[in-house]
């Protein structure tokens, strides 16, 4: 039986008498402001804020792949924890902002999907992913950071009617008392692919933060920006792509099976009306959601190879840039392992704009703060 949708435990109430009594140890004058990165994936949302200064000075991240992959693109003084549902929020370092994208499959439209279909239980009843938002108010409780960032998908604001965010923003504003703004935004107005995911800023002090002061270019990127020109001019990158005109290895294109399955099981839900199928792309095209189960078969997104072709998948390095990540980015695991981590990332600069706006704000917390 489900267990019952609660508000969060006791240590969230005495947030008022934690705020009355604990302080952030003051920094020095011009000392980058300190963050900590919880669900860090392979680190995404830390490019992000990394731009607007700061030092990261506590890492959270679960799947061991994402570890590697984080240990591999970061030069840390500190390990990368586990799971934060085993630490002890006094053993966390003093911080002044927090972000974290707390798991989102028991909240994303796939994840409750799949989840009925296997009657399991999705959102706050899912207890290893739904509940992790309040391992996360438990540190901002103990730590009252000045400022935090949390990021999930779309789907959160509808989740069982509104119930869900409404206990999220419950728990932030009259539980924490923090100063709180969401939105939802397109990842289309920075990368050509649509991408909707919410973001929920919130303030230790009345802040003069607005979502309207986030930058949102027109959208005009497509699919060209990212796929590999394969004409010579940039640099083979084995094992994705190879020769003198570095074309995209042929493993990427589909087996004949597969995609005479992908056009049978499409013409099927066609016929019933329903709305299934592969996304076949272009250079001038926008590419749909980038899923993490994009390993399977890559039917979200399909790059088109002329009419006698089967298409292919991306490559790891193209999804790389699908979602933000500068070239220099280090890819040390399988393209299984890359599919699932980009397909969960954030997309860096959707968090950059964020980051640029809540600057000013969080320069005067601190600054309030630290007098």
């Not at 919130?202 to 394969?230: M, W």
């Not at 399955?261 to 099927?268: D, H, S």
């Not at 399909?302 to 220099?328: Q, Y």
Request: hydrophobic share 35%; charged share 25%.
């Amino acid at each position: 039986m489900p267990t019952e949708l609660k508000k969060p435990a006791p240590k969230a109430r005495a947030a008022k008498a934690a705020k009355a009594k604990h302080r952030r140890p003051a920094r020095k004058r011009k000392e980058a402001f300190r963050f900590i990165d919880l669900f860090a994936g392979i680190g995404g949302t830390r490019l992000g804020i990394e731009s607007i200064g700061g030092k990261c000075v506590w890492t959270s991240e679960w799947d061991k792949f994402s570890r590697k992959s984080y240990a591999a693109n970061f030069q840390d003084d500190h390990t990368i924890c586990g799971d934060i549902r085993e630490v002890h929020e006094q053993d966390i370092p003093p911080f002044d902002l927090l972000v974290g994208g707390f798991p989102c499959q028991p909240f994303s439209i796939a994840g409750v999907s799949k989840k009925n279909s296997l009657g399991r239980s999705h959102g706050f009843q899912c207890k290893t992913q739904g509940t992790l938002f309040f391992d996360v108010a438990r540190i901002i409780a103990h730590h009252r950071p000045a400022v935090f960032v949390l990021e999930n998908v779309k789907n959160l604001l509808s989740h069982r009617k509104g119930e869900t965010f409404s206990i999220i923003r419950e728990t932030l504003v009259k539980e924490l008392g923090y100063e709180v703004h969401y939105r939802v935004i397109d990842a289309k107005h920075f990368v050509p692919q649509h991408r909707e995911r919410i973001f929920i800023v919130g303030f230790d002090k009345p802040s003069n933060f607005s979502f309207d002061q986030v930058r949102l270019p027109k959208p005009t990127a497509t699919l060209g920006k990212i796929l590999h020109p394969e004409d010579g001019s940039e640099a083979a990158e084995p094992p994705f792509t190879g020769g003198s005109k570095a074309k995209v290895d042929p493993k990427y294109t589909l087996s004949d099976k597969l995609w005479d399955y992908l056009q049978g099981y499409a013409a099927k839900h066609k016929a019933k009306g329903n709305g299934f199928g592969f996304g076949l792309v272009g250079r001038d095209d926008i590419a749909r959601t980038l899923s993490a189960r994009y390993y399977k078969d890559g039917s979200e997104i399909l790059v088109r190879r002329g009419p006698r072709s089967n298409p292919r998948r991306l490559t790891p390095r193209e999804c790389a840039r699908l979602m933000g990540f500068p070239d220099k980015w280090n890819i040390p695991v399988s393209d299984t392992q890359a599919y699932r981590q980009f397909g969960n990332s954030v997309v860096v600069p959707v968090v950059n704009a964020i980051a640029k706006s809540i600057a000013p704000s969080l320069k005067n917390v601190l600054s309030a703060t630290d007098n």
